[in-house]
């Protein structure tokens, strides 16, 4: 799980292109959106191809990806209980 | 100031290749909305569009062009409506009459050709498809046109996403009462392309089903393709003229939402600013609008800031509207021009056309679209409106002559 | 002849030349080095102008853009525009690849929402837009070497309505060149087949011009300010054109304006050397004497809108000349289509 952990924060801090941030200024149960990182939609859509191309995991629409995205832990969880 | 009128329609889409054609399948309901059965996605059979039910060649072949020049597909759409238009307004340009200008729209132009150059390109066998390459941008529909029709006045070429047609209308409108032409032909068109429906797919706001603008289970929207154009004329070239005029452009607003790129504020602030300069340049208020066509796209996103922003700008006295994109689909850069020509086409037979596949109010609003074809209250004042990704917002009002 | 003044106000630019307002026209020097074949805007310091938030998701050309147009603002001391209005002959061509490259390879899979929304040509005059938080009109001309003749002319129109409160607009033409569009439009014999650097362009007798880019906006006012650079007094904007005509339609605008030849102290040309369409300059420069006439073309090469580079150049060259240039024409065009003429005249401040 710490390694899905430190892979997740690295994936998302090269597939959002985030800039001055490294992986592990993300804190694991921190809000990603709105507040915390900031992140908005577009980001959100971002992270559904990520979890789409590198998990083989499907998201629906983007309501459905609002719960999955809210932390990095949160990602986690859904990646293992949802990772074929 | 100067009145401009509209004299001549043309329309091109997926419920029909003319005026006549459009008109019939929105007085029976007829939708073109259904399996994508010319472009080869692999997301045909997941997602319905309007596509327009003829191939490259058959377009070619109703145009009567020999020539084996190439044309991508947004041209030929475009062609097709732009000539129909002139045609209707009895406008034969000719080198003894003042020159008529041009503003046409596209959101993707020649991509339907490009995205084919590209693919070759990038497997190194780009030599014979550099025609392809040609066509690919903007101005080249606008240029064909142009050749086509014999238009030697200012010409140009808008690009702002879904508000592109409308903003064309716009801008020769204003260029009509500045004086610096008496007749302009205004409007817009967009082909179906792979960037294009996997692009929005991209975005998640495509729906699988038949799209509901304005209802609760809306899921998204279906792309469409197709063009249209007005002839528009100055009261001056009317009075010299004789002719008697379709409906007035009596006001346009043009306003940015400056929120986010690919959302609308949930107020829809650009949207009601739009529709406020509407109003104010036609000296009008909301109570004299008789019905909206509205952008009513059925995204979860768009209906709701718009909504909201009707709200915001009616109060408790919104008058009847419609979304017709249940009609058409979505066609992008074309369809503030397309739903000009459904306005024109309502204040002309009196009618408003229904908001199909409309079930179940949406909750946050206090008002439900139009749902059947209405005859009977007289209709005045059109307010059209056409709001683009990036928060370009343009709002059209059309008055009856 | 305009119906009223239109005042250049201020002016914002990211280009070959450097990144600044005035100053980068005024300094700007010969040919500027260039590698790949084309020449490169020299790139300003982005978290000066953007946050890194918002930066991450730009390309170049969103990036400058922005960057041109706070300078523009900023030179003319406006705080926020009334409209904002951009001209782009292919628009943002580094995210329109991105998204290509992906769908081109693996169509019908999911993509990057990020590359589609930002290769969509109006995404820059939005996003202009939201970095000034500026809700005012807002449009996007995609003509090619009219795009940016046709933004001003809306922007003229506006700021010359009566009754209408809108009294300033950022007008910008903004292109960028990627390799993939160099290599491409190279296949299109657009540029020169041998690329050498610092070739006396404005004598050459081969094909192709030098491929360049550049954004450069302009902060423009119905009302005179201190530091105004310029007045356009007209604009022409033809499709097209013969050389056998040129120079007639070249005194007939002149002669509309009121002016004779002899009235005009300075005559900035576009010529690109490319020897098949550099002779629609020549008969424009037959007209006039020759130490009027100077060019542009070699300090930011040709690109769709490089006649904003123009302008702004005529524009800074008759504001640190006042007193000695009353009247300057520009003019450009491309492959002998979209020929555009501009008079300025200097201001009394």
Redesign the interface.
């Known amino acids: 799980m710490d390694n899905l952990i430190l892979d997740l924060k690295k994936d998302i801090v090269e597939q959002l292109n985030l800039q001055n941030i490294k992986p592990e200024d993300i804190k694991e149960h921190e809000p990603l959106f709105i507040e915390g990182l900031g992140l908005d939609s577009i980001d959100a859509l971002e992270l559904i191809l990520l979890l789409q191309k590198k998990y083989g995991i499907k998201i629906n629409s983007a309501e459905e990806g609002k719960e999955v995205f809210y932390s990095v832990k949160t990602m986690a969880d859904f990646i293992k209980a949802n990772k074929k | ?1 100067r009145r401009v009128f509209v004299t001549g329609i043309g329309i091109t889409s997926s419920i029909g290749f003319n005026v006549k054609e459009s008109y019939g399948s929105l007085c029976t309901l007829h939708s073109g909305i259904g399996a994508i059965k010319l472009l080869d ?3 045909k059979d997941k997602l319905p569009a309007g596509e327009v039910p003829a191939t490259d060649t058959q377009l070619k072949e109703r145009l009567n062009i020999k020539d084996k020049k190439t044309y991508s597909r947004t041209s030929l759409l475009a062609l097709l409506a732009a000539k129909e238009a002139i045609d209707s307004a009895k406008i034969v340009p000719s080198e003894e009459q003042s020159p008529i200008g041009l503003i046409n729209s596209t ?1 993707v ?1 020649g991509m339907d050709k490009g ?1 084919v150059f ?2 070759n ?2 497997n190194g066998e ?2 014979n498809s ?1 025609k392809n ?2 066509v690919y ?3 080249n529909s ?2 064909c046109v ?1 050749d086509y029709i014999g238009l ?1 006045g ?8 879904c508000s592109s047609s409308a ?1 064309a209308i716009l ?1 020769a409108t ?2 009509i009462k ?1 004086g ?1 032409h008496e007749q302009m032909v205004a409007g817009g068109a967009d082909a179906l392309a ?2 294009t429906i ?2 929005f ?4 706001i495509l729906s699988d089903e038949h799209c509901k603008p304005y209802d609760k289970q809306r899921k998204g929207l279906n792309l469409g393709e197709g063009a249209a154009y007005l002839v528009l004329e100055s009261e001056e070239a009317l009075m010299k003229s004789g002719k008697k005029p379709l409906a007035e452009i009596a006001g346009y607003g ?10 609308s504020s949930a107020e829809g ?2 949207a009601g ?1 739009a529709m406020r300069k509407a109003l104010a340049t036609a000296g009008l208020e909301a109570k004299d609008i008789s019905y909206i066509n509205v952008h009513g796209t059925g995204t979860l996103n768009n209906d709701l800031s718009e909504g909201n922003a009707i709200a915001e700008l009616f109060g408790t006295s919104v008058p009847p509207f419609s979304s017709t994109k249940p009609y058409t689909g979505h066609t992008l850069a074309a369809a503030g021009a397309i739903e000009a020509v459904f306005s024109i086409l309502s204040l002309q037979n009196q009618v408003i056309f229904p908001n199909l596949n409309f079930k179940e109010q949406m909750p946050e609003l206090d008002m439900a679209p139009v749902t059947t074809l209405k005859q009977g209250e007289r209709l005045n004042h059109i307010l059209s409106n056409s709001f ?5 917002n343009t709002s059209l009002l059309f008055s009856a002559c | 002849m305009l119906k009223s003044s239109i005042y250049i106000n201020g002016i914002g630019a990211v280009s070959p030349q450097g990144v600044g307002s005035g100053n980068v026209f005024s300094n700007s020097i010969n040919a500027p080095q260039y590698e790949h074949g084309f020449i490169s805007c020299i790139e300003p310091n982005y978290t000066d102008y953007i946050t890194p938030n918002n930066i991450r998701r730009m390309s170049k050309l969103i990036k400058t853009s922005i960057v041109a147009s706070k300078l523009a603002l900023k030179d003319s001391t406006t705080e926020k525009p009334d409209a904002i209005i951009t001209g782009t002959g292919m628009g943002c061509m580094e995210d329109t690849e991105k998204f290509l490259k992906g769908i081109v390879n693996d169509e019908g899979s999911p993509s990057s929402p990020t590359a589609f929304i930002h290769s969509t040509h109006n995404t820059i005059s939005s996003q202009v837009a939201i970095a000034l938080n500026c809700t005012g009109y807002n449009s996007t001309y995609v003509h090619r070497a009219a795009s940016f003749e046709s933004a001003l002319a809306d922007g003229i129109i506006q700021l010359q309505e009566k009754d209408s409160d809108t009294n300033n607009i950022l007008v910008g033409g903004v292109d960028e060149i990627t390799s993939t569009i160099y290599d491409i439009t190279k296949k299109l014999n657009f540029w020169k087949k041998d690329n050498k650097e610092n070739i006396p362009l404005y004598t050459s007798k081969t094909k192709g011009a030098i491929s360049g880019e550049g954004m450069v906006y302009f902060s423009l006012s119905n009302k005179l300010a201190k530091e105004s650079y310029a007045q356009i007094s007209a604009v022409k904007i033809l499709q097209k054109a013969s050389s056998d005509t040129i120079a007639d339609i070249l005194y007939d605008f002149i002669k509309n304006n009121g002016l004779k030849v002899a009235d005009i102290d300075l005559v900035v040309l576009g010529n690109n050397g490319d020897v098949r369409y550099d002779y629609y300059y020549k008969e424009i420069a037959k007209q006039f004497e020759e130490n009027k006439i100077t060019y542009f073309k070699e300090l930011c090469g040709e690109y769709f809108t490089s006649s904003s580079f123009g302008l702004a150049f005529a524009a800074t060259k008759l504001k640190s000349n006042r007193g000695k240039f009353r009247k300057a024409i520009l003019y450009n065009q491309f492959h002998g289509m979209n020929h555009c003429f501009y008079l300025l005249s200097n201001v009394e401040v």
């Open positions: 100031m996605t692999k997301l959101s132009g995205e590209y693919k390109y990038i780009s030599h550099l390459a040609l941008d903007c101005g606008t240029e142009a030697t200012f010409t140009s070429t808008i690009s702002t996403a903003n801008y204003k260029l500045s610096m792979l960037y996997n692009g797919n991209s975005l998640m043009n306003a940015c939402d400056a929120y986010h790129q690919t959302a602030l650009g600013i683009g990704f990036g928060g370009n």
